[in-house]
């Protein structure tokens, strides 16, 4: 069974959908059978990934909604290893609103997600800015939360609100939703609140639930996401290309633990539960 590892955060412009397309790339070029959904109406997975319009057409919407089976939304990528679900060319208002509230999406997500693990080592969600229904729906049905966080002082603030987010999820829907860990985005070493940011979280936080590597600020990002390729197969050799090939091992490292606590009969890991 694959992990399921939902990518989220409080406050947009961090990074989130550049970490899930880029962390999914790097995981696929280590063999590892990935997917990513995508629960942002902007379908920026699929412009990351490539996408065509007509192949953004339909999506997890048109399942929600039952005009698509989930099948026949899949697509492939320029990698082996590595598919996506696109969300569709619809938005959270009028029909779809009324079906969520009207029979609730978040059991029907945990099913599709529980469907596709099968086949899968990880399924990274894109969750859509801030702390809405679907992002909850995404937290019900994921193993794991991964939390990019802008180096700024700002971040810290939100930080709170979404691990207090996070508990209430676990404490009413999902008990068994872990950390996965906290991510440093856009570090750029040359400013002081940057480095000041980082080591205050690293301070605060148990070693386990705060990643090691940190994503730096770079311009490789606004090229390769304008054609439509993740950082790692556009430039490999670019430091951010190697910083999300760096956390792809941590994530594949924790995932290898996990597995073998669980062989031994172990009950995981507590400091990320608890945070």
């Not at 480095?195 to 090229?223: D, G, L």
């Amino acid at each position: 069974m694959g992990k399921v590892i939902a990518i989220a955060s409080q406050k947009g412009g961090v990074g989130k959908t550049t970490t899930t397309v880029n962390l999914a790339a790097s995981l696929a070029m280590l063999k590892q059978r990935t997917l990513v959904l995508d629960l942002d109406e902007q379908n920026a997975v699929g412009f990351g990934l490539g996408l065509s319009r007509q192949q953004m057409e339909h999506g997890l919407y048109d399942v929600f909604l039952g005009r698509k089976k989930l099948s026949e939304i899949i697509h492939s990528t320029m990698l082996p290893y590595l598919k996506t679900i696109p969300y569709g060319k619809g938005t959270l208002t009028d029909e779809f609103e009324r079906f969520v509230r009207q029979k609730g999406s978040a059991p029907l997500l945990k099913k599709y997600v529980d469907a596709l693990q099968k086949s899968c080592d990880f399924i990274l969600i894109d969750c859509p800015p801030g702390m809405g229904e679907l992002t909850i729906y995404a937290l019900s049905a994921a193993n794991a939360v991964l939390v990019p966080m802008q180096c700024e002082p700002l971040s810290l603030k939100t930080l709170t609100q979404i691990l207090k987010i996070i508990r209430k999820v676990r404490r009413q829907i999902n008990p068994d939703l872990v950390i996965e860990g906290l991510l440093m985005t856009m570090y750029d070493e040359n400013y002081r609140i940057a480095r000041e940011v980082c080591q205050q979280v690293w301070a605060s936080f148990p070693e386990e639930v705060v990643f090691r590597n940190v994503i730096p600020r770079m311009e490789e990002f606004s090229s390769a996401f304008a054609v439509g390729r993740p950082i790692i197969t556009q430039d490999p050799e670019a430091e951010v290309a190697k910083a999300y090939l760096h956390l792809a091992h941590e994530v594949i490292a924790k995932r290898k633990k996990e597995l073998e606590d669980l062989a031994a009969g172990g009950g995981g890991d507590d400091e990320a539960r608890t945070a």
